[in-house]
């Protein structure tokens, strides 16, 4: 992921990389909260493992709409992904 992340910055690699790390960062402390708020409502001590899913599903459907977007643009021409796209 950070890879992408860093081949679609083009000319800002640095910050891309920055970018990603803050968002681990966000989604670290997201979850821990999340996470003590489940249990604090008194839903039990395996509630935050079903948070972690519904928030593991919730990446999985990002990254599949980005990997298609990605996929449609490289098909139509468009470079949004990073990509040399040789012209015909």
Same mark, same amino acid.
């Given at each position: 992921m950070t890879s992408r992340?860093?081949?679609v910055s083009n000319?800002?690699?640095l910050l891309g990389a920055a970018l990603n790390h803050a968002a681990f960062n966000i989604a670290n402390?997201?979850?821990a909260w999340l996470g003590g708020l489940v249990i604090a409502a008194g839903f039990g001590?395996?509630?935050p493992?079903? #948070?972690g899913a519904m928030l593991a599903a919730a990446?999985? #459907?990002l990254i599949i709409i980005? #990997?298609?977007v990605e996929r449609r643009d490289r098909r139509q021409g468009i470079?949004?992904?990073g990509i040399v796209i040789p012209r015909a």
């Amino acid at each position: 992921m950070t890879s992408r992340l860093i081949r679609v910055s083009n000319e800002a690699k640095l910050l891309g990389a920055a970018l990603n790390h803050a968002a681990f960062n966000i989604a670290n402390s997201l979850g821990a909260w999340l996470g003590g708020l489940v249990i604090a409502a008194g839903f039990g001590y395996l509630a935050p493992g079903w #948070v972690g899913a519904m928030l593991a599903a919730a990446g999985l #459907v990002l990254i599949i709409i980005s #990997v298609s977007v990605e996929r449609r643009d490289r098909r139509q021409g468009i470079d949004t992904g990073g990509i040399v796209i040789p012209r015909a």
